[in-house]
């Protein structure tokens, strides 16, 4: 599949996921285990504004596609990305962002590692600094 094609397959699958009038979207995705296994979550803006979560239960087709452009820029010898932010509107424009974030990485090394979620978190909050709670 091409670079194109991947993109087609990854903007259908996002738009037909939203049962709603919608103006834009915004997919997050976290690539683990050098690409194996991918985690998403995103949200829409209906056309008053409100934000509404998106639901990430896609199609395989969806993502073999994320883990086929995942291989693309490795191959393509394309900097590192472990993140990548899809932003597409309703009338099928749409942007996309790669980037690195080491605290991903750390995180994915040291459960891939064996350790456990209170390891992690010691370790994180050195790190990383205390996780600020989120407000609502």
Not at 2 to 8: A, R
Request: proline residues 4%.
């Amino acid at each position: 599949m091409t670079t194109n094609e991947i993109y087609d397959v990854l903007t259908d699958a996002i738009s037909t996921m939203i049962p709603d009038e919608w103006t834009i979207v915004r997919l997050n995705v976290q690539f683990l285990s050098d690409g194996l296994e991918v985690e998403f979550d995103g949200f829409y803006l209906t056309p008053t504004g409100e934000d509404q979560p998106l639901s990430t239960d896609f199609p395989d087709e969806m993502v073999e596609a994320v883990q086929e452009l995942y291989l693309h820029r490795t191959n393509e010898g394309q900097a590192r990305a472990n993140r990548l932010q899809i932003d597409l509107t309703a009338q099928g424009q749409f942007t996309s962002e790669f980037s690195w974030d080491q605290e991903i990485q750390d995180e994915d090394d040291h459960f891939s590692k064996g350790g456990t979620a209170r390891e992690w978190i010691a370790i994180r909050e050195a790190k990383y600094g205390p996780i600020e709670p989120i407000e609502d």
